[in-house]
């Protein structure tokens, strides 16, 4: 074949891509690529298929560079760099870990105590079970946040990759590895887990497996309640296959997703005797239930008086306003059906979700955001949001471990 064949060729295969992308909205507009530029950008590694490798570089050294911060901390405040590191959240995970859940909803002053039915069971079984051979409970909490942050990475970077193409997937992955919420990765924190499982659902749900997709969701949901959010994805999803190709086994994916959530309150009402038990837990001991005004309201109070908030409240109206503009991006990058309707509900969780709110673990979840900014910016624009999310990384990560003012 001459290179004018070749050129010629290239521009028919783009061309009906494009065209089938745009009658299939589960399928994501692309940006062509020639083989020799899929192969300059492509890392491959035996059994393991394609990897952003610099994006993974990249996230073990911002683990590598904190764990040694904290331990320089700790030596000369005599402490344990697995105490510094599984506070929070982690403090909540380990108790499961070494407790299990209560049987009685604990009260204080006629209202449900905080207690550790708020934390969904899958991260703390699987640190359950590896610890079971012997190791430091916090240590294995701690690696495989780690472990799980190295799979999320991966995870988003395939997801963009099979969506916009390799230089796309490498973007979103070292985007990914450095925006300001990835300080969650180096606590014993299930964002991990729950990225992972969410972005290879995505995939799985544009690649038509829905039992994959819904079994994949089935883990999200029992690792959090934002994999709830693609439950609504799977929705959206089986809505289009249904409406275009009359598919009714497309339903297997939202039928399924829900299962670890339904599973986990189910196992709440056999063993506290309370079918509200996780719901109560959230409104008692945190204070925490849906409102739709919340958002307006953390717009509200920083612009009627903008030296007014405290910081967490300047936190949460960037990451309110964050939201808005992500969503935004979103849908002008008219990303698959699945992945916007993800994205999107994410955001509306984090959003009404008073007092947690977008903050930047929370807004981290919602990673088509990611996608759509490292999809729609390269050159000297995407360098520049790159040393940005680089430099509130290292700050958010140093305020988070010198501090607990503000919960992360």
């Keep these: 074949m001459t290179e004018d064949q070749a050129v010629k060729a290239d521009h028919v295969d783009t061309v009906g891509d494009q065209e089938s992308e745009i009658a299939d909205p589960l399928v994501a507009r692309t940006h062509a690529q020639t083989g020799r530029s899929r192969r300059l950008a492509s890392r491959t590694i035996n059994g393991i298929g394609w990897v952003p490798t610099t994006a993974v570089l990249i996230f073990v050294g911002c683990r590598v560079v904190t764990v040694l911060l904290v ?7 005599m402490g344990k760099v697995t105490d510094s590191l599984t506070i929070w959240d ?6 499961i870990v070494h407790n299990g859940y209560p049987s009685r909803l604990p009260m204080v002053a006629d209202h449900v105590a905080a207690n550790p039915i708020a934390f969904f069971p899958l991260f703390p079984l699987t640190v ?17 946040s780690a472990l799980t942050g190295v799979c999320a990475v991966v995870a988003v970077g395939r997801l963009a990759r099979h969506m916009r193409g390799d230089a796309a997937g490498e973007r979103a992955a070292v985007l990914f590895a450095l925006c300001p919420g990835a300080f ?8 991990g887990t729950l990225i992972t499982l969410v972005a290879f659902g995505l995939i799985a749900l544009l690649d038509r497996r829905w039992l994959v997709a819904g079994l994949l969701g089935a883990l999200a949901t029992a690792t959090s309640p934002v994999g709830l959010a693609f439950v ?15 598919r009714m086994q497309s339903l297997v994916a939202p039928g399924v997703a829900p299962l670890g959530f339904i599973a986990y309150m189910a196992y709440l009402w056999a063993h506290t005797g309370s079918l509200f038990a996780w719901r109560l837990t959230e ?4 204070q925490s239930f849906p409102s739709l005004r919340y958002p307006l309201h953390i717009i509200w109070t920083f612009v009627s008086d903008p030296l007014q908030p405290t910081l967490t409240g300047h936190i949460l109206f960037i990451g309110t306003v964050a939201g808005i503009i992500g969503c935004v991006l979103m849908i002008r990058e008219r990303q698959a059906l699945p992945v916007l309707a993800y994205g999107i509900a994410t955001v509306a969780l984090a959003a009404i979700s008073q007092p947690v709110g977008l903050r930047p673990r929370f807004l981290m979840l919602a990673f088509p955001i990611v996608i759509a900014l490292a999809t729609r910016y390269s050159g000297r624009t995407y360098r520049v949001l790159v040393a940005a999310s680089a430099v509130l990384l290292a700050l958010l ?3 988070e471990i010198s501090s607990r003012a503000v919960f992360p």
């Excluded at 331990?71 to 405040?77: L, P, S, T």
């Excluded at 969650?184 to 964002?191: K, L, P, R, V």
């Excluded at 409104?283 to 945190?286: D, M, P, S, T, V």
């Design 71 to 77: 331990a320089i901390i700790n030596r000369f405040a």
């Design 90 to 95: 982690g403090s909540w995970f380990l108790r």
């Design 128 to 144: 359950r079970g590896v610890a079971s051979v012997g190791l430091d409970p916090g240590v294995v909490a701690l690696a495989v």
């Design 184 to 191: 969650a990765f180096s606590f014993a924190y299930a964002e």
């Design 232 to 246: 609504v994805a799977c929705a959206a999803a089986a809505a289009v296959d249904i409406v275009r190709h009359r």
């Design 283 to 286: 409104r008692g001991g945190w």
């Design 397 to 399: 990560s140093v305020y």
